[in-house]
């Protein structure tokens, strides 16, 4: 069984940095892109980063709404994926899940999901 | 970036109703769709992908259909555990992007 389980999230200031984990178990985690989609209470789903497998180079992408703030890793040998960021802002308050990417062309979709952790940002 | 836009953003039914949700993209996207449900308080999960493939495990009254710019999920014989919020994703680009999602409420 596909499972994944975030953490890190928390309340933080504006300005502040945190970093996001996701630990993948029962599949190959290697093999996957990974994917942190956010959802703003109340609001719809928001995709935020991936990062591709090892096979497509692991390069990730990122939305224009965080692009310069983010940054995806991954280390596979761990099954964890990282999503870093920088200058957190108000609007960046959201539950934040992680999913697994099944590939297409140049994109994914996201076949499992975590519960997501909350990152909440205040001052 | 692909924008997504669904309509209704809210669709009132009954225990029975057949259900139509339409997405569109604003560029030719072929067939690169998924589709996601999501309850209140609970995760999102994938229902079809590749605009008409149904995920293992997901019930065959929801269907999917539509290519390049229109799509649609219909689901036939709504049942009481298919009142949600329905999300379409492109995946034609490495940008992906979720439409605004339709809420599937109780008439």
């Known amino acids: 069984e596909v499972q994944l389980a975030e953490s890190g999230g928390g309340l933080l200031q504006p300005g502040r940095s945190l970093r996001l984990s996701c630990t993948g178990s029962g599949f190959t985690f290697g093999d996957y892109a990974m994917s942190w989609v956010r959802q703003a209470p109340g609001k719809g789903l928001e995709w935020v980063s991936f990062?591709?497998?090892?096979?497509?180079?692991?390069?990730?992408e990122y939305a224009a709404s965080v692009r310069g703030r983010v940054a995806m890793s991954r280390d596979d040998s761990r099954s964890v994926a990282y999503l870093q960021m920088d200058s957190l802002k108000i609007e960046d308050t959201a539950i934040y899940y992680c999913?697994?990417?099944?590939?297409?062309?140049?994109?994914?979709?996201?076949?499992?999901w975590g519960q997501g952790t909350l990152v909440t940002v205040s001052s | 970036d692909i924008q997504m836009t669904q309509s209704p953003s809210t669709l009132s039914a009954s225990v029975g109703d057949t259900v139509i949700i339409t997405c569109r993209a604003s560029?030719?996207?072929?067939?690169?769709l998924a589709w996601y449900q999501q309850k209140p308080g609970k995760v999102p999960k994938l229902l079809i992908y590749?605009?008409?493939t149904l995920q293992s495990g997901v019930p065959s009254r929801f269907s999917g259909s539509g290519s390049g710019t229109e799509f649609t999920l219909t689901i036939s014989s709504l049942q009481p555990d298919d009142f949600a919020t329905y999300y379409c994703?492109?995946?034609?680009?490495?940008?992906?992007?979720f439409g605004g999602g339709t809420k599937v409420e109780i008439e």
């Open positions: 590749q605009a008409s």
């Open positions: 990062i591709r497998g090892k096979a497509y180079g692991e390069r990730p």
């Open positions: 999913a697994r990417g099944v590939p297409a062309i140049l994109g994914y979709y996201l076949d499992d």
């Open positions: 994703q492109q995946y034609h680009s490495q940008f992906l992007t």
């Open positions: 560029q030719s996207i072929s067939t690169w």
